[in-house]
């Protein structure tokens, strides 16, 4: 071969493009033979293309066509999928399957598939009266017909499968090269390099083609200054050329294109879409098998999955494209008869795996009908799929190559490049739908047994290590294993991921481990990080400053480069575990025990420790004095305080604005002022402090499980537990809104805590969905430091957060609020790009560009630790705060609070609840509260003292006061915007009216 064409070309055996299920496990098959295999992946990261979208089951082989390779495939892997993850290292849920149905129609179906499992070799099917169905799954609808139960089924995670399988291949000298597009195949033999010359400096990409072809211009290449000698390919890719004996082409979406590159179509993909909801682990035991609902009508039925991680998944819908991705994909950059290339060049296809509106309406109707108490309140994301359709293709009578009507319904394994006739092999897997993640070993397997024997007459690797070193997750393992590995790695107490409990070491690992996590999304497929309730509001900031800081620490080193240096290197180990050092046991430190342990350092968590540390033993009728007001604990009691974040103060910490403190002080104060309050009072006090430590559970007895940088993993004691662990943000996955999940969408809390405290550029042209109160002071935040803010939107015909927050944040500001108006879809592949913003009962929808969107759609208390307690709580147990409801004001907060406090500090001492039973209301919420009292029951006019209300605090009202007979209804309305209730007020002949809070008049 010419040297300056060496320069710049990798010599490999085998190229497998495409870095999903199937190229990855093509790449681990092809390591057992001895053969130099490299992949190459376009995007920044392994499975992000069809992989990281789909159901996530492993199918027994019922349900396909005896004969056909799939059936065989299928059955095959199914019945070995436990022991190929236990080799990998991956989570397999082994729980059956139940095919269930309606009606007769569905009844023929389900006899149908139990004969053809049977063909298949599928083991231990039954098919189930209406009341066995039941006995299985209780929570069917009670009209459901039969079922058809089928154990060799089960459930893995996706992207843990197709990463382990990487890692394996990695382990086994496998090289990767991310962020490596293929753009052209030319072959060897006879291939030209016609453009990037070596000695022209910038040369990086030589365009390789086969000698007469045409380029892309029409013209005819010729023979250039280089070619390669040896049969196979040469292939063109933004991050050098390459070369191989062979290439496996598992492409997904582009396998396709990538064929016509070098060889005539024969097979088409025509793509179509699907919709997911994915359901909290709330939901979690509602069902217990895979459930395959066969519908009466024509249709695609519902499936429900039970997965891996606890959630239970809906989908997927079929559907056509929307959009013009459709047709785009279909005519442009196709080969012709007669012209070679033609359109817009072989560019590969981004998809932005949207949603539709219908699609998650259907399955909401469907699983109201099919599973009618299941609680879709517990939706937390949806995401949509591709389908990857294979259609056989001909030549038209204008030599154009068309889809012919057939699809194939098999699995489609092209094979290209004869034998001896100077080109390799070229091994395609066009179109492979489900059971694709199921038969991505058994794919693997044929493609590299073919390609070995072709190359090497089969000759094994001697090393290859069928076992991944894998790190299994904190989560799952017991206390004892646990506290183990933080005592090797100190970062895996340090919880970043409070919904799934993920800690920094874990985080750090997946940075630096291959294939390292180079974004968030990596992150959240290889830990679960930001994939639970709140859906990464919470982490999302810190796992990027760990992604960061890891980028630094490397200098800036490009992810392909690191994954082809450490390949064939990686010990499996996690960051920060000395290679090959033994597990010590570490059970944390001695079970400490605490009259008074209160979760939370927000407001409520140090009002209620306060509260505990003071408590004098008289709860009975106090009168309101502000007891946690001085300072030190004189209970006698041990009171300890845990928070999770680095420092006390909870939310206010990143409230720059002013508005708390009011009714508490009789002063106005910034959130941060009224934190820092408590924080000296808790500071001076005997209250002893944990921060940075994370309760990891609650177990009978008031034993703590609690993970921590000081405490390492331990467990403690309380005679009494007070929660205050606030609330969290709903993410706009539980909201019906369709389109794509790009960049650039955050919950109000969360920006407001990454520009307020982070110091955070988020975008420039703004919309806020949702008038609640953080919304609207998150607008106020953007607009004086210069952002535009679009728009608020409600939903509801008025705003959703306090009056005097519209007036201040909005009003002042210009910002419109649109009301009776939603995001119904999200725009933008990569960054959002702008949403249809939907009018209720208007048909025209319209779209707004922006480049940040923020959701402010709602608090949920957090109190997920009870869940174990069912709706008694234990007489131990105290809730305060917004854990207990969410409040308007910080000021009702800590009055409340403080109360909690002493009445866990009465229980501590006396073993006894010694509170008024009036007292144990249930007014807001289900679970039993002390809330001592409600915001309605306050007197104001003690915190009124110190006020000096001025008529600067009044606001005019858009529309005039309404009052019929009274002298206002000629006025226009005012609204006092000095204290949180934000009266509507009017003046009259004797003076101010309207004034409910109490404090006297304004002005
Ligand atoms: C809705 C849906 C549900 C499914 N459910 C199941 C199920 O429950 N069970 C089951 O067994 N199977 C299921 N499947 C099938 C399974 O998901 C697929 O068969 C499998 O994921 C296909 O993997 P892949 O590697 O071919 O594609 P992909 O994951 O798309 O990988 C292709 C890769 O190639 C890369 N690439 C593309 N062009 C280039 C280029 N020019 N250069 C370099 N790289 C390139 C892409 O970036 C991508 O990473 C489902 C499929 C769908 C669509």
């Not at 217990?288 to 024509?298: A, D, G, L, Q």
């Not at 499980?705 to 709903?730: D, F, H, M, N, Q």
Request: aromatic residues 6%.
């Amino acid at each position: 071969m010419n040297s300056k064409l060496e320069w710049n070309v990798k010599h490999y055996d085998v190229i497998v493009i495409g870095g999903g299920l199937l190229g990855c496990f093509a790449a681990r098959n092809l390591a057992r033979y001895d053969l130099k295999v490299a992949l190459l992946e376009k995007r920044e990261d392994l499975c992000t293309g069809i992989s990281k979208a789909n159901t996530a089951i492993i199918y027994s082989g019922c349900d396909t066509k005896p004969g056909t390779m799939k059936a065989s495939m299928c059955v095959c892997a199914s019945q070995g999928f436990a022991e190929l993850c236990e080799e990998l290292g991956a989570r397999y849920s082994p729980c059956g399957s139940l095919m269930v149905c309606f009606g007769e129609r569905g009844a023929g179906v389900l006899r149908k598939k139990l004969k053809d499992g049977i063909e298949n070799g599928v083991r231990g099917m039954r098919l189930l009266s209406r009341e066995e169905t039941l006995e299985l799954e209780p929570n069917l609808a009670e009209n459901v017909h039969s079922g058809l139960y089928v154990p060799d089924t089960g459930t893995v995670m996706p992207w843990e499968l197709c990463l382990a399988a990487a890692e394996n291949a990695a382990e086994n000298g496998v090289e990767f090269f991310l962020n490596t597009e293929v753009t052209d195949i030319g072959c060897n033999g006879q291939a030209t390099i016609v453009s990037g010359r070596p000695e022209d400096g910038a040369c990086p990409t030589p365009y390789a083609m086969g000698e007469g072809e045409r380029r892309r211009d029409g013209t005819e290449s010729e023979r250039g200054f280089a070619a390669a000698t040896e049969p196979g390919y040469l292939i063109s890719t933004n991050n050098g050329a390459f070369s191989a004996r062979a290439i496996v082409n598992c492409a997904g979406l582009d396998a396709d294109r990538l064929l016509e590159m070098r060889f005539e179509p024969v097979v088409r993909i025509a793509p179509t879409a699907g919709d997911y909801l994915v359901l909290d682990t709330k939901a979690a035991g509602f069902i217990s098998h895979v459930i395959f609902h066969e519908p009466e009508e024509k249709g695609k039925g519902l499936t429900l999955v039970p997965t891996v991680d606890g959630n239970i998944l809906l989908g997927p819908t079929e559907r056509d494209f929307a959009d013009s991705n459709r047709q785009r994909a279909m005519d442009s950059g196709r080969r012709t008869k007669e012209k070679g290339l033609s359109g817009d060049g072989l560019a590969t296809r981004e998809y932005g795996y949207e949603t539709e509106h219908e699609g998650m309406e259907l399955l909401r109707s469907l699983a109201a009908e099919i599973v009618p108490m299941l609680s879709l309140d517990h939706v937390i994301r949806s995401f949509g799929a591709v389908r990857p359709n294979p259609f056989l293709t001909r030549c038209d009578n204008n030599g154009e190559w068309v889809l012919d009507d057939r699809s194939v319904s098999d699995f489609c394994v092209v094979e290209s490049g004869k034998p001896g006739s100077g080109a390799g092999l070229f091994i395609s897997l066009i179109g492979v739908k489900t059971p694709g993640l199921t038969c991505a070993n058994e794919l693997g397997k044929h493609v590299a047994d073919k390609i070995a024997a072709n190359l090497n007459s089969g000759a094994l690797n001697p090393g290859f290590q069928p076992r991944r070193l894998s790190s299994a997750r904190l989560s799952d393992l017991s206390f004892d294993e646990r506290a183990a590995q933080v005592g090797i790695n100190p970062d895996c107490a340090d919880i970043v991921c409070r919904c799934r409990g993920v800690s920094k070491g874990e985080i750090e690992c997946a940075i630096q481990r291959f294939p390292g996590a180079v974004a968030r999304d990596g992150v959240r497929r290889r830990t679960g990080a930001g994939s639970g309730r709140c859906q990464g509001s919470f982490c999302g900031q810190r796992v990027g400053e760990l992604i960061e800081s890891a980028k630094k620490e490397e200098g800036g080193c490009h992810a392909g480069q690191i994954a082809a240096e450490n390949a064939g290197q990686h010990t499996g180990q996690c960051a920060g575990q000395p290679a090959g050092s033994p597990l010590q046991l570490n059970t944390g430190r001695k079970e400490e025990s605490y009259d008074v342990v209160v979760i939370g350092g927000g407001p409520s968590g140090m009002a209620a420790a306060l509260g505990a540390a003071k408590s004098s033993g008289t709860c009975h009728g106090e009168s309101k004095s502000h007891s946690a007001g001085n300072g030190a604990g004189n209970s006698g009691l041990r009171v300890l305080l845990i928070e999770r974040d680095i420092r006390l103060g909870g939310i206010l910490n990143q409230c720059t604005h002013k508005g708390f403190g009011l009714t508490y002080f009789g002063e106005e104060l910034t959130g941060q002022e009224y934190a820092k309050r408590f924080v000296v009072r808790v500071e001076s006090s005997e209250i002893e402090v944990l921060t940075s430590t994370m309760v990891l559970d609650i177990s009978d007895g008031g034993i703590l499980t609690i993970s921590g940088k000081k405490t390492g993993l331990a467990r403690i004691r309380a005679k009494a537990l007070v929660l205050a662990s606030g609330c969290r943000e709903r993410p706009i996955g539980s909201l019906p809104v369709a389109g794509t999940r790009p960049d650039g969408i955050y919950a109000a809390g969360a920006a407001q805590k990454m520009i307020n405290l982070g110091g955070y550029d988020l975008g420039d042209r703004f919309v806020i969905l949702g008038s609640g109160d953080v919304g609207m002071i998150v607008a106020r935040e953007l607009a004086t430091r210069g952002k535009e803010v679009v728009a608020v939107l409600e939903k509801e015909g008025k705003c959703g957060g306090l009056e005097r927050n519209r007036v201040n944040c909005l009003e002042k500001y210009g910002i419109p609020l649109i009301t009776r108006s939603t995001v119904s879809k999200v725009h933008g592949i990569g960054r959002i790009s702008g949403i249809t913003l939907s009018h209720n009962g208007l048909p025209a929808p319209d779209y707004i560009e922006c480049d940040t969107l923020i959701t402010s759609v709602g608090l949920i208390p957090e109190r997920e630790l009870l869940d174990r307690f069912g709706e008694a709580l234990p007489d131990w147990l105290f809730l305060c705060g917004n854990a207990c409801f969410i409040h308007d004001v910080v000021d009702d907060v800590t009055e409340e609070s403080e109360r909690s406090g002493r009445f866990a500090a009465e229980y501590a001492k006396s073993g006894e609840l010694s509170v008024d039973s009036g007292e144990l209301g249930t007014e807001h919420g289900e679970l039993r509260s002390y809330v001592s009292y409600s915001a309605s029951d306050r007197n104001p006019v003690q915190a009124s003292e110190n006020l000096s209300i001025s008529t600067q605090n009044l606001a005019t009202l858009h529309t005039p006061h309404k009052t019929e007979g009274c002298e206002a209804a000629r006025q226009p309305a005012l609204i006092c915007t000095a204290c949180p209730k934000g009266c509507s007020v009017w003046q009259t002949e004797d003076g101010w009216q309207g004034l409910l809070c109490g404090r006297g008049a304004p002005g």
